[in-house]
C-alpha cells in the first residue's frame, strides 16, 4: 500500500510541483511562519534517502575526482560566465547582473538529493558533491564575484556550515549507520518512508515559495522579462549538464547526478547574500529561482526516465 502511494506521488510530481509553488504564493502568510520546520524536513529527507549507503560508499570521493571537479566548474565557472555575458547583453543593468551571476553561482541545491534518489542517480555521488560545494562556496562565491563584477563580500561560513551538518552530514551518518545495523532490512524502511520524503519535500516547496510572494504582486514588463531570463538560465543549466555529461562520462547514472546537481541551487544561500550585500533589486533573478527550479525539476526528471531507458 504504501509503495503504491509512494509510485502515485512520484508519477505525480511534474503536477505536484508547480501545484506546490502556487499554493506557497498564494498562502505566503502560512509559509513565513513555518520557516523553521524547513532544516528538519530537509534533514528527514536526507536520513530516508542515506538508508540505501554503506560506509563504504564514502569512497565516492576517491573514485571519482574527475567528475566532481567537473561539476564543481560547471556550477562556478561555465553557468556564471555564461550568466553574466548574457543579461549584460540583454538588460545592460549592472545590478541585475550581479543578481544573475549569484542566482547561478550559489551552491548546488540540497534538494537535489531528493531527486537524485527519485530519478536512481548516484545518491552517494550526489551528496559528495553538494557536501565539496557548499564547503568551497564561502572561497568560490566571493572570489567569482569580485572577477566578474567587481563587488566583494563576505560570506557567514559558520552559519552554512551549522546547516549543512544539520541537514546532510547528521542525518546521513545516521541513516548510513542504521542500514548497517539493520542490513537487508533497512530496504523495508526505505521503502515505508519513501512517501512521507516526497510529502515532506512538497512541504518545502510550499514554504519557500511564500518569499517570492513580495516581488509578484506589482507586475511590470520588466519584471516579465526578469523572470523569463531566470527560466532560461535555469532550464540551460539542466539542459546542458545533461548534454555534457552524456558527453564526458557516457554513463546514464553519473549523468542524471549531474543533471539535477547542475540544474539545483541553494536558494536560500542566494537570497541571503543578496539581500545582506546589495540593493533589493539584485535579490530579484534570485528569488525568482523559486518559481521554476523545482518545476524544472520534475520535467526533467521525466526527461532522464526516457534517457536512461535509451541508454541503458
Known amino acids: 500500500m504504501v509503495d503504491i502511494i509512494n509510485k502515485k506521488l512520484q508519477k505525480l510530481m511534474p503536477i505536484l510541483t508547480p501545484f ?9 502568510f502560512i509559509g513565513e511562519q513555518l520557516l523553521f520546520v524547513v532544516p528538519w ?9 542515506s538508508l540505501t549507503m554503506r560506509f563504504k560508499d564514502i569512497k565516492v570521493f576517491i573514485k571519482h575526482p574527475f567528475i566532481i571537479l567537473f561539476s564543481i566548474a560547471f556550477l562556478h565557472i561555465l553557468m556564471p560566465v555564461w550568466a553574466y555575458f548574457l543579461t549584460q547583453t540583454v538588460f545592460n543593468d549592472h545590478l541585475l547582473t550581479i543578481g544573475f551571476v549569484i542566482s547561478v553561482a550559489i551552491p548546488t541545491g540540497v534538494t537535489s538529493i531528493i531527486w537524485i534518489n527519485i530519478c536512481k542517480g548516484d545518491f552517494p555521488l550526489g551528496l559528495s ?11 568560490i562565491l566571493p572570489t567569482l564575484l569580485y572577477v566578474l563584477v567587481g563587488e566583494s563580500i563576505n560570506i557567514d561560513t559558520i552559519s552554512i556550515l551549522k546547516g549543512l551538518i544539520l541537514m546532510i552530514v547528521i542525518p546521513s551518518i545516521f541513516g548510513i549507520l542504521v542500514n548497517e545495523f539493520l542490513k537487508n532490512k533497512s530496504s523495508k524502511l526505505n521503502v515505508t518512508l519513501a512517501p512521507f520524503s516526497k510529502l515532506s519535500f512538497f512541504a518545502i516547496v510550499i514554504i519557500n515559495s511564500s518569499a517570492v510572494t ?20 535555469a532550464a540551460i543549466g539542466y539542459a546542458l549538464a545533461l548534454i ?58 521525466k526527461v532522464l526516465d526516457k534517457y536512461q531507458k535509451q541508454y541503458i
Open 129 to 139: 558533491i553538494i557536501l565539496i560545494d557548499t564547503l568551497l562556496a564561502p572561497i
Open 244 to 301: 555534457l555529461s552524456h558527453i564526458l562520462f557516457k554513463n546514464t547514472i553519473i549523468t542524471t547526478t549531474l543533471v539535477l546537481i547542475g540544474g539545483m541551487r541553494n536558494i536560500p544561500i542566494g537570497i541571503i547574500i543578496a539581500v545582506t550585500y546589495f540593493p533589493k533589486k539584485v535579490a530579484m533573478p534570485v528569488v525568482f529561482c523559486m518559481l521554476f527550479q523545482q518545476v524544472l525539476a520534475s520535467l526533467f526528471a
Open 20 to 28: 506546490c509553488v502556487v499554493i506557497g504564493i498564494l498562502f505566503h
Open 41 to 49: 524536513l530537509f534533514a528527514f529527507m536526507t536520513f530516508a534517502g
Open 214 to 233: 513580495p516581488y509578484v504582486t506589482n507586475f511590470t514588463w520588466n519584471l516579465l522579462a526578469i523572470i523569463l531570463m531566470v527560466f532560461f538560465l
